[in-house]
């Protein structure tokens, strides 16, 4: 099921960081519809909490914290951390920001990060430490990969499925 929420996280991933004027011949399974950023931020965060659910089952007890690990999800997958990169100009003269290996490394960590409420659950904080490091290592790595698009895909696939190497540790801790 993980693998399935995984798959389903990085098409959320990909499709709204095509941007709306890009076309290719894959439209078809990207519809302008979909390209918003909110379908990023709702939908990935909705089915980090699916993850969770599908690897420790739902706990009535815990749902404010649900309620808060989808408030910092939808603000991390948001957020790409473009102020540590690097300082670039545009043909115009306009200046920006362009994310370089340090801003990808922290967004990766904060990604991570988004399961911390999960600690009041009784998840080892080592546990949530382990999968903040797994992907401040792997977003970087997958954002060297020269299709941008690919570059999502793997983003959003990585977000969920660190959910399972990290919590099938948690359970491994359990039976030790």
Known sequence: MIWILGLLSGYLFFVPGRGKEETFWYDFIAPLWLRNKI?????CSLLLL??????????????????????????????????????????????????NTLSWTVTGFFYGLAITPLYWCGIPWQTILLRSIVLAI????????????LQEFLSGFVYILTILLCLQEYVLFLLV
Do not use: M, N
Not at 39 to 43: S, T
Not at 74 to 79: I, Y
Not at 138 to 149: G, L, S, T
């Open 39 to 43: 379908y990023r931020k709702v939908g």
């Open 50 to 99: 699916f993850a969770i659910w599908t690897q420790l089952g739902f706990s009535l007890t815990c749902w404010w914290k649900y309620l808060i690990i989808f408030g910092l999800s939808f603000g991390f997958v948001s957020t790409y951390h473009d102020y540590l990169g690097e300082l670039k100009t545009l043909p115009s003269g306009e200046k920006y920001r362009e994310e």
């Open 138 to 149: 792997a977003i970087p790595i997958i954002r060297k990969i020269f299709h941008v698009h």
